[in-house]
């Protein structure tokens, strides 16, 4: 059973999410602020978070922040009133994996959760090869990345990724020296090639550039246009 943690100060509203999200079959955890959702996530593991932006104490995007700045590996979507543009960009930007605008429907709700927690859930590995994956390391450079663990060894220094930037770095790792095309990785990874989703791309290729920068033996380029590459020295 997924568990599911919403920070929403609207009680009623408060009560409607979680009504519709235990009836669907998860177990949901409910707090009232930014500051109870952070502390939330320092003492329990969620596989996914819902945040409102405009919150008491601490706002969702600050939170969302909190979250990328401890390396918290939860996904987490924004539920929320601020439908500007620019709004929906600083959510991705902050790596959200969906952003939902109010007024919308409990069914769609319980759509894109059930959407988020497919793409995020932990792969299963065939019997046969359990113990291979469970030592799997893949080495590009004088870097490594063991994917199981969501560990980045890169100039004499280890970086906790997210979920999905292990799989996008993975995804580079497993082809290199070759283009892979934007709409590739959207669908691969995302299942959604659309414009906003494509700027949270941008989010995740400038983090891992940053991660890797001690490393010049490797370098992630821009292919404008079609896509990116992972280019290693020989």
Known sequence: MAHILIVEDDPSLGFLLQDSLETAGYQVTLCPDGEAGLSALAQ?????????????????????????????????MFLTAKALKADRLQGFELGADDYLTKPFGLEE??????????????????????KLAATDVISFGTSSLEFK???????GQTHTLTD???ELLRLFAQHPHQLLRREEILQRL???????????LDVFISRLRKYLQPDSSVKITTVHG????LEVAE
């Not at 663990?149 to 100039?155: D, E, F």
């Not at 995302?190 to 949270?200: C, H, I, L, P």
């Open 164 to 166: 999905r930037e292990a």
């Open 44 to 76: 329990e593991t969620f596989d996914l978070c819902v945040l409102d932006v405009m919150l008491p104490k601490r706002d969702g995007f600050s939170v969302a922040e909190e979250i990328r700045q401890r390396n918290l590996p939860v996904p987490f």
């Open 190 to 200: 995302w299942q959604d090639d659309g414009y906003f989703v494509g700027r949270s």
């Open 149 to 155: 663990n969501l560990l980045l060894h890169v100039g």
């Open 109 to 130: 709700l319980v759509y894109r959760v059930k959407a988020i927690l497919r793409r995020t859930a932990p792969k299963t590995t065939p019997p046969d090869q359990a």
């Open 226 to 229: 079609r896509g990116y590459k």
